[in-house]
């Protein structure tokens, strides 16, 4: 539609010019035309006929007074004057000026007539006297009829060039009308050329316009960029700078634009690489700078700069574009610590800590110096954090943190390398006092009570400490040996610190071991119970046996229960321990009523480890009810530690047990944590005092030997019985006979052993007792009665 | 007395060639040109009177120029208007030619130097009588100098010359 309407606009101006040209070139000629017709007719012709008449006169005159008034006139005036008329003659048929009346009369013809007449009348006048008669009136006659015919060739030019002129003034109107209309015609070619120019000009304004538009659009776009983004020309003016890039680099461009930038440019440092792209047109890959502002803190930016080339292909000015990556950079860098460091105690995390150790090794592989590891592990973090919760706890952690790292130098390492767990690199070390010293420094640390939420904990560190080369070379070889050295510090009850040793491993490892076997030990006949008899002081007779596991290992041989039963209680082993001691002692009391025996109560030592992890109750009565064995032969022996924990729980499961008459004792009574008002609580009936008190009885300590009695009286005050373990001699069995003990129990009647081997305890009524042992009482010793 | 004679007679001598002038004889034939006005010569009583040789003395040359008023281009021969303005001692700016015909127009002298105008006497080697416009007609060179072919210069082109008087 628009390439129409330029078409039609060319159209309409081509045939306007060419009207406009065909007038000029028509108006011309035209006027030429009418020129020449003017020229035709000029008032010299007239003039010319007028003085050939006039002369006429005159001559005519002069002849009437020469010859009339005698003498007036000389005859050379009038020969003069006949010449004077004759010369006005030709004028009218030749000469440019004759054109008008050549062409308008027949002057042509009339006039060489005349010349003629002129001719044969010439002798005459010359001849003519004064008083010439008949001449006279022959002269006369002729130039007489001059005057009609010169008056002929005068109407004729007037008449002619009256139509004439009034067609030449037609012509002129014409022309004049022709004339307005190729005016009119040239006013409207300009007029379109007006138009054409007005539309042209809002063309070009519109484009200016969307020029300006877009200019702006870009400039705002090049402003709102959070980029730093400059020009600067072939000779190092600044010509560009943004909104950002002024204020990020404190650059005024009004004062400082189009002039060198002593001041103000904005990457100084990167400047000469200006000169280098304006000569080879390339682009460098993008450069990382530190800028730093005199007031504000130094920002990193990523700035890439391109070569502008014109259309000839010369580089006319280098941008530049700069992006902040001062954060990201921060961001980077705290991505990377995050990564190696603990995020609540900003120490080294695990993974910065194995880096760390490695390098360490290496420098003092080189150095031939040592390098020691020391783990540590908070004793009583799990308690503050059940008690006070996961905030204390995570106070305590950066508490204990601080503690720790006030006792090292600042190129020791401390790493957290999690929950309660921390580690301490230590290098160049001179001998192994040095890290003992540490060791008792650090623990030392933590003997005054930490303000946990404003109450006073006390908590005390294990450590666990191994060091290169002495106990390995190799990063995973001296943290497993750190860790071996702190469970052995664990071990011996926290609070302390250990080295590692080769003993440590092996220990572990035959724990290890000790599990792994122990968890087919039942199904491969490996467990065995043992049964201690207790005697009865007041009648000497066999009162209960107490049911203690064996274990007979393979490579090992007989391992006692103190060192396998830990172990168990560690995983869900001791649940089955403990259901295949119950299961297997009651089966082994059906077997002897079986068999016709009348066995007393066997004794089962239960673990808190078995009431933590199932219903004990449900346990045991379901054994019972499997094997067939009545609950009141039945004794169940727990520690004062199961007293402590989830005492509902446990109430109502002891509450249960009593409830059919099964006997509860509590075990190793005065080494725990207990309070005497769980004696109150919970359903016991027998208290069985641990073997160091019996034991410190023949040490005649006197203040143990007081406790064993206050022991005895408050147990039957509170009308429990009392059972003495580890009896081995006979001034402990005289003294607690004294003391009104109830049951004893111990070396001194017999160690444990196998069922076979019990056939004197409980087919013969006496108590089978070493001769060397009881010398005296042997006369003493009385049949026993089934009665207990 | 004798010296009083002497002088006077000197003095008669002297005024004698006053009265005739540098070179300005007096015509001999009958006058054709009668100059008056600003001149520096003159031969009767405060004009200049020119004969046909006085005139021919000034310098004959040739033109031949074709005329608005004859067909064709004719021989003219006759003295250049500049010699006469020089000869005469012209001082003024305006002549005003008069001819027999009782025709008058003022010509300015600087036109008259410049058109390079001629004073013709005769046309193809005949005299110019005064039925041929002559004896005396002022031509210029039109053919040479076509531009000069203009309607309102024609007046200037003064035929039947009688006389010119300088102002």
Not at chain 1, 469 to 474: A, F, K, M, Q, V
């Amino acid at each position: 539609m628009k390439r129409l309407i330029r078409v039609g606009y060319y159209g309409l101006l081509a045939m306007a010019l060419g009207i406009f040209a065909f007038s000029i070139a028509h108006t011309l000629h035209d006027i030429r035309l009418g020129q020449s017709s003017v020229v035709k007719v000029t008032a010299l012709n007239y003039w010319n006929i007028s003085q050939a008449r006039l002369e006429l006169e005159r001559t005519t005159s002069a002849l009437d007074s020469y010859v009339g008034e005698n003498g007036r006139v000389a005859k050379d005036d009038l020969i003069d004057r006949f010449d004077i008329f004759w010369s006005r003659l030709p004028i009218l048929i030749e000469g440019s000026q004759s054109h008008g009346i050549v062409e308008l009369t027949d002057a042509e013809v009339i006039i060489p007539g005349i010349i003629a007449s002129m001719k044969e009348i010439e002798p005459q006048i010359l001849s003519l006297v004064s008083n010439a008669g008949d001449e006279y009136f022959e002269i006369r006659d002729v130039l007489l009829s001059f005057a009609p015919l010169l008056q002929r060739i005068y109407l004729d030019l007037h008449h002619t060039s009256e139509t004439g002129f009034s067609s030449l003034t037609y012509e002129m109107a014409d022309l004049y009308a022709r004339h307005v209309v190729y005016l009119i015609g040239a006013l409207v070619c300009g007029l379109i050329l007006i138009l054409m120019l007005f539309s042209e000009m809002h063309r070009a304004l519109r484009a200016r316009r969307m020029a300006h538009d877009a200019r702006v659009e870009l400039e705002t776009v090049i402003n709102a960029m959070p980029l730093s983004i400059d020009a600067v020309d072939r000779e190092h003016r600044l010509t560009l700078c943004n909104d950002y890039g002024c204020k990020a680099h404190m650059i005024d461009i009004r004062s400082k634009e189009n002039q060198h930038h002593p001041v103000g440019c904005p990457f100084p440092m990167l400047e000469h690489l200006n000169q280098k792209i304006l000569e080879s047109g390339e682009a460098p890959s993008p450069v990382e700078v530190n800028c730093n502002q005199p007031d504000t803190d130094d920002r990193i930016w990523l700035v890439s700069k391109q070569p502008v080339v014109d259309s000839a292909g010369k580089v006319k000015k280098v941008v530049t574009v700069g992006v902040d990556i001062t954060e990201r950079k921060n961001t980077e860098a705290k991505i990377k610590r995050m990564a190696q460091h603990d995020a609540l105690t900003d120490l080294p995390n695990r993974n910065l800590f194995r880096r760390r150790l490695a390098s360490a090794l290496v420098r003092a592989n080189k150095n031939r110096t040592i390098v020691a590891i020391l783990y540590i592990d908070l004793d009583s973090f799990k308690a503050i954090n059940d008690e006070l919760g996961h905030e204390a706890g995570d106070h305590f952690l950066i508490h204990a943190a601080h503690l720790m790292r006030s006792c090292l130098r600042p190129c020791d390492t401390l790493a957290r390398l999690g929950g309660d767990e921390f580690a301490i690199i230590r290098e160049d070390i001179g001998d192994a006092h040095e890290t003992d010293l540490l060791a008792e420094r650090i623990a030392a640390a933590f003997a005054e009570p930490a303000d946990i939420d404003g109450q006073r904990w006390y908590s005390t560190i294990s450590l666990g400490i191994s060091q290169s080369p002495r106990d390995g070379t190799e990063p995973s070889e001296l943290l497993r040996h750190a860790d071996f050295a702190l469970y052995a510090a664990k071990a011996a009850g926290g609070n302390t610190w250990r080295f590692f040793s080769r003993r440590m491993q092996t220990r572990q490892h035959y724990q290890h071991e000790l599990q792994q076997d122990l968890r087919h030990a039942i199904a491969n006949n490996e467990l065995t119970l043992h049964y201690q008899p207790k005697v009865r002081l007041s009648d000497q007779r066999l009162c209960g046996f107490e049911a203690l596991l064996r274990w007979n290992h393979p490579k090992h041989g007989l391992i006692p229960p103190s060192d396998f039963i830990p172990i168990a209680e560690t995983c869900d082993l001791i649940l089955k321990l403990g259901q295949f001691v119950l299961h297997k002692a009651c089966v082994q009391m059906i077997a002897w009523q079986n068999e016709g025996i009348d066995p007393p109560p066997i004794a089962i030592n239960l673990s808190a480890a078995q009431f933590a992890r199932e219903p004990v109750a449900t346990m045991v009565l379901q054994t019972l009810e499997e094997t067939g064995l009545r609950p009141d032969l039945l004794e169940l022996e727990v520690t004062e530690s199961i007293l402590l924990a989830k005492s509902d729980t446990v109430l109502e499961a002891l509450n249960t047990l009593r409830a059919l008459n099964i006997g509860i004792s509590l075990d190793d009574f005065g080494t725990g944590y207990s309070s005497l008002s769980y004696l109150q609580r919970f359903p016991i009936n027998k208290i069985k005092i641990d073997k160091s008190f019996v034991q410190s009885i023949s040490q005649e300590n006197g203040g143990d030997l007081a406790i064993v009695r206050a022991i005895i009286a408050m147990a039957h005050s509170l009308d429990m019985k009392v059972v003495a373990e580890g009896v081995e001699t006979e001034v402990q069995y005289s003294t607690l006979e004294n003391m009104g003990c109830d049951e004893i129990q111990g070396f001194y009647l017999s160690r444990a052993e196998p069922a076979e081997q019990l056939d004197r305890w409980l087919r013969f009524d006496s108590i089978p007792v070493d001769t060397r042992r009881l010398s005296n009482r042997r006369q003493h010793l009385k049949v026993v009665s089934r009665e207990p | 007395m004798r010296y009083v004679l002497l002088l006077s007679a000197l003095a008669l001598f002297a005024s004698v060639p006053a009265s005739t002038d540098a070179g300005m004889p007096q015509p001999t034939d009958e006058t054709l040109l009668t100059v008056t006005g600003k001149i520096r010569e003159t031969n009767a009583e405060g004009r200049l009177e020119f004969d046909r040789s006085l005139l021919m003395q000034l310098g004959l040359s040739k033109l031949t120029p074709s005329t608005p008023w004859t067909d064709g281009e004719r021989a003219f021969m006759g003295v250049p208007f500049a010699s006469l303005l020089d000869a005469i001692g012209a001082t003024g700016t305006i002549v005003r030619a008069v001819a027999a015909n009782d025709y008058v127009v003022d010509i300015p002298i600087s036109n008259l130097r410049e058109a390079n105008a001629f004073l013709a006497m005769s046309m193809d080697g005949t005299q110019l009588r005064l039925r041929d416009k002559g004896p005396l007609w002022i031509i210029y060179p039109w053919s040479q100098r076509p531009e000069l072919n203009r309607i309102e210069l024609h007046g200037y082109a003064v035929w039947q010359l009688q006389s010119l008087h300088i102002e």
